[in-house]
């Protein structure tokens, strides 16, 4: 079992920023791939980043490249994402989820997840 806990969530002024954390507990956090989902009010789950288990290789979906930036310390057991020139349109609920075994054509495809974490809030005011 992983447990995931986010943390760095709250209410930002669009163009501000803010960097989530999510600290894992239980089996070895460097022996996953780590990604981060969010799930805006009424709509589904999507994703948004994802890193390699050494922290070397990284993906974004486009709606946050170029503002978001996933990382990860695995002495810490902890994923960040930092996120910058927040929009109004990135209100979310915020998980992280750990993948033991990612697809052979990762980040291509993004696999099912093995744990999530419960997530945490993030408001964008306009």
């Known amino acids: 079992q992983v447990q995931l806990v986010e943390s760095g969530g709250g209410l930002v002024q669009a163009g501000g920023s803010l960097r989530l954390s999510c600290a894992a507990s239980?089996?070895?956090?460097?022996?996953?791939?780590m990604n981060w989902f969010r799930q805006a009010p009424g709509k589904e789950r999507e994703f948004v980043a994802t890193?390699?288990?050494?922290?070397?290789?990284?993906y974004y979906a486009d709606s946050v490249k170029g503002r978001f930036t996933i990382s990860r310390d695995n002495a810490k057991n902890t994923v960040y994402l930092q996120m910058n020139s927040l929009k109004p349109e990135d209100t979310a609920v915020y998980y992280c989820?750990?993948?033991?075994?990612?697809?052979?054509?990762?980040?291509?495809?993004?696999?099912?997840?093995?744990?999530w974490g419960k997530g945490t809030l993030v408001t964008v005011s306009s």
């Open positions: 890193i390699s288990r050494g922290g070397g290789s990284t």
């Open positions: 239980g089996r070895t956090f460097s022996n996953y791939v």
């Open positions: 989820a750990a993948d033991r075994n990612p697809p052979s054509n990762w980040p291509s495809v993004i696999g099912n997840m093995d744990y």
